[in-house]
């Protein structure tokens, strides 16, 4: 059974860098075809998606919204998944989920989601 | 902003069947993509329940059921019980300005 845990800092003052990071365990995320992803949920906005990495790491794919100021990694050392989101306001405030999509399904099918972080911008 | 919508809560009784539809566009649902749909308890890891439209994951019940037609979507949960009281999620893919993953708008079942 895949397990996946999100850990963040919980409190992130406007203008700085918010870095997550998502402890996977039960799987390996080099192995298999998945796409290693990051969505968010905020009061004002619903679920949505920031992006997504092949387990391969040789594809990335961003909502174009955040591309400029959204990071996906692998570290495949750790088992781990991380967002970097740069310049962060108010309006990034929200839980922040991993997840793990099948990649040949081709729609975000995802079959294991961790239990979300939440992320407060404030001064 | 939601590209998928959904009918903010709905509300059974025990042992009673509630619906649950999501409708989208010709630049997803009605482009032919999949809908999944996922079930949201608070303090716990979201679940899928539903995959291609109709399909159940091993676990989930058959309680729950999807069907999918034109732009929309449904889920069906049938002999509605007490733990079914939950948010529920579809999801989709869409073509429109590069956008992937997309999802609806969320409707909270309540368990009267």
């Known amino acids: 059974q895949v397990q996946l845990q999100a850990s963040g800092p919980g409190l992130v003052k406007p203008s700085e860098t918010l870095s997550l990071t998502c402890t996977v365990s039960?799987?390996?995320?080099?192995?298999?075809?998945?796409?290693w992803s990051w969505i968010r949920q905020s009061p004002g906005k619903g679920l949505e998606w920031i992006a997504y990495?092949?387990?391969?790491?040789?594809?990335?794919n961003y909502t174009p919204s955040l591309k400029s100021r959204a990071t996906i990694s692998l570290d495949t050392s750790k088992n781990q998944l991380s967002l970097e989101l740069t310049s962060v306001t108010a309006a990034d405030t929200a839980v922040y989920y991993c997840?793990?999509?099948?990649?040949?399904?081709?729609?975000?099918?995802?079959?294991?989601w961790g239990q979300g972080s939440l992320v407060t911008v404030s001064s | 902003q939601s590209v998928l919508t959904q009918p903010p809560s709905v509300s059974g009784a025990p042992g009673q069947r509630v619906s649950i539809s999501c409708t989208g566009g010709n630049s997803n649902i009605g482009a032919g993509y999949d809908v999944q749909w996922y079930q949201f308890l608070p303090g716990t890891a979201p679940k899928l329940l539903i995959y291609a439209n109709t399909n159940r994951p091993s676990g989930v019940p058959d309680r729950f059921s999807g069907s999918k037609s034109g732009t929309s979507a449904s889920l069906a949960i049938t002999g509605l019980q007490a733990e079914d009281e939950a948010d529920y999620y579809c999801q989709s893919y869409d073509s429109s300005l590069r956008e992937a993953w997309v999802f609806g708008t969320g409707t909270k079942v309540t368990v009267l």
């Open positions: 039960g799987g390996s995320v080099s192995s298999g075809s998945y796409y």
């Open positions: 997840a793990r999509a099948i990649a040949a399904a081709g729609t975000g099918l995802i079959d294991y």
């Open positions: 990495i092949f387990n391969t790491g040789s594809t990335t």
